[in-house]
């Protein structure tokens, strides 16, 4: 009796003695006992035919012989109780392998080692809470990973979300060189003379403004300062005590029932803006942005408020913070500022992204058309620039409304780190049209940046995980000059010659 259980026991126990276990983690997939459970008995078959016959000559051979490939489970008890065995053949190539590689690795040279005291200093580059989120690596990651590893591969620092103004390029370049202080000096120059040349500012700003005058350049090229320099002074006066004059008319209506819905959709989308970065999680910051977005939709009631204009404020807000703040600016805490700087900061903000939604009302207009005609715009640019891009989305059945609405609903601001949309903006604001217009060159240059990437994708879902995170978080001014050309190349293309890309 003990003897037949003992052998009934290791029939159905999947665990044989000796038996090859599933290795989770390994460089091959795990075995999966209930799949190779018929293996012993084919592979007696095999041996027994000639190794030419190996290969199903027809259809019907080879359903004869995976006929059993789905049928787990059926006969458990008497599949398991099979030896789990590997091929001799894999087993020898991959013995092979092994032996080729640990050689290599020996006939390498060594590089020289590192001191143990400076593997921690290499490893962890982090400059703010925001960059904790994003990595969450350990201290002690660097003593544990593989030192060649950390030779072969040399790690880059991860920037900030938005950074400290000055230090935006990801390639680690000295933030000011000769180059920079040459046209900061010129940038000087154009914003002290008595009336500003508009035109030469933006021929200027095209290729980015200097933080430290981007704040007057912005307004400037917003069309909220004017260009005469004895004006400004009570011009900022007058829009500020006019912003705050509708603060009292009308934010305290946000309770009435017909604006309930729309005050209410703004104060939940405060907190999604940016959630990693502290600065626009303090109370008062969120504060002034439910002012902000209250106040427009009131006195837009075209389009009211819509999703995704909450995240059209943050761009000037930095960029107008920084005029008042040396440090960090992610981090920084709002409530060291003075109220009447508190009080400017909101004000501008709000009229720079008036001047901004003025452009391109129509996106955020009922059914959103100027953003349906955008994207079809994309489409058909698209198929004439990549053809083959463009293909694989038909193939695949992806519709370029199911990741371009965010694209242009939110002017890329969702795909690039906030350092990059201030830069790209400068750019934006220089160019005739550029929230508008020249936006859909750069979504057509964006989306070919990623050709590569595209095209290895081979299902639906793939291709939209993809699309709907796109790895830029390392970018810098560097990737952005990039895209900014190859945008505005496709402009001096298509641009005048619109039957270029229509069918």
């Not at 008995?41 to 190794?51: Q, V």
């Not at 259809?59 to 599949?79: K, L, N, Q, V």
């Not at 902000?292 to 204009?309: D, E, K, M, T």
């Not at 949309?421 to 929230?435: A, H, K, M, N, V």
């Amino acid at each position: 009796m003990a003897a037949e259980s003992s052998k009934q026991f290791w029939k159905r126990s999947a665990k044989l003695p000796g038996s090859i276990q599933p290795v989770y983690g390994a460089q091959h997939p795990p075995l999966d006992p209930r799949l190779t459970k018929n293996f012993v008995k084919e592979r007696s078959k095999i041996h027994a035919l000639p190794m030419k016959n190996k290969k199903a000559s027809s259809f019907h051979e080879f359903a004869r012989d995976t006929s059993d490939a789905w049928d787990i489970g059926d006969d458990e008890e008497e599949g398991l109780s099979s030896f789990q065995t590997l091929n001799s053949k894999v087993a020898k190539a991959t013995a092979v392998q092994v032996l080729e590689n640990h050689s290599r690795l020996r006939v390498k040279p060594e590089r020289p080692q590192a001191p143990l005291s400076e593997a921690p200093t290499n490893c962890k580059v982090i400059k703010s809470s925001s960059d904790a989120q994003l990595s969450k690596m350990p201290e002690d990651a660097c003593m544990r990973n593989p030192l060649h590893k950390q030779q072969s591969l040399p790690l880059r620092p991860i920037i900030p979300l938005v950074a400290r103004i000055s230090d935006q390029n990801a390639s680690g370049a000295p933030p000011m060189t000769v180059r920079e202080k040459t046209r900061l000096e010129k940038f000087r120059q154009l914003l002290s003379s008595q009336n500003t040349d508009l035109d030469e500012l933006r021929k200027c700003s095209w290729p980015g403004v200097p933080r430290e005058v981007r704040p007057v350049t912005w307004r400037l090229l917003s069309g909220y300062l004017p260009a005469n320099m004895e004006r400004r002074k009570l011009t900022l006066q007058r829009k500020r005590e006019e912003y705050f004059g509708f603060i009292e008319q009308y934010y305290d209506s946000r309770n009435e029932e017909h604006h309930q819905d729309t005050y209410r959709q703004i104060h939940i989308d405060i907190p999604r803006t940016n959630p990693l970065i502290p600065l626009f999680q303090q109370p008062l910051v969120q504060e002034i942005f439910e002012r902000i977005l209250f106040i427009w939709a009131i006195r837009h009631p075209a389009s009211g408020y819509v999703q995704g204009i909450n995240d059209l404020v943050t761009p000037f807000f930095v960029v107008f913070l920084s005029e008042y703040v040396e440090e960090d600016v992610e981090n920084f805490d709002v409530r060291n500022l003075s109220q009447d700087v508190m009080r400017s900061i909101e004000a501008d903000s709000f009229w720079c992204m008036s001047k901004l939604l003025d452009g391109i009302q129509d996106n955020y207009t009922f059914a959103q058309p100027g953003i349906q005609k955008k994207v079809k715009a994309l489409e058909e640019l698209v198929s004439r620039i990549d053809e083959q891009v463009h293909n694989h989305f038909r193939e695949y059945e992806v519709e370029y409304l199911q990741f371009a609405f965010r694209w242009m609903n939110n002017l890329l601001m969702r795909e690039l780190p906030l350092r990059c949309t201030i830069r790209l903006w400068d750019t934006y604001q220089s160019e005739p049209e550029g929230f508008s217009h020249f936006h859909l060159y750069v979504c057509a240059a964006f989306l070919i940046k990623w050709r590569k990437e595209i095209l290895d994708e081979k299902d639906f879902q793939g291709l939209l995980m993809l699309l709907q995170n796109l790895p830029t978080i390392h970018w810098g001014n560097e990737e952005i000059g990039l895209l900014l050309a190859e945008a505005y190349r496709l402009k001096y293309m298509f641009a005048d010659a619109p039957n270029h890309y229509r069918r």
